[in-house]
């Protein structure tokens, strides 16, 4: 494990705060919520982070309802992989 988010290199929290660049990650849609520039949005966001280091595991971030995907709006929606 890694101290710091910016350490573990398969994360895209890299790409977010400008470390390298963002490959599959679009980050401008989330950094928009921090902050009108992007320099006070990266902090805004590290800050965010940090905060949520410090709450330590949370189970209920981890559960999901039997069959459901994220991103999907109820569980009646399914995927299908061909």
Excluded at 46 to 63: S, W
């Amino acid at each position: 494990m890694v101290r710091r988010p910016e350490e573990f290199h398969y994360s895209s929290h890299r790409a977010y705060v400008g470390l390298e660049q963002a490959g599959l990650v679009d980050a401008q849609p989330v950094l928009r919520h921090f902050g009108a520039t992007r320099k006070a949005a990266v902090e805004r966001f590290r800050l965010f982070v940090r905060a949520g280091m410090k709450l330590g595991h949370k189970d209920e971030f981890y559960r999901a309802k039997q069959g459901g995907y994220l991103g999907l709006k109820n569980s009646s929606q399914t995927l299908s992989i061909e």
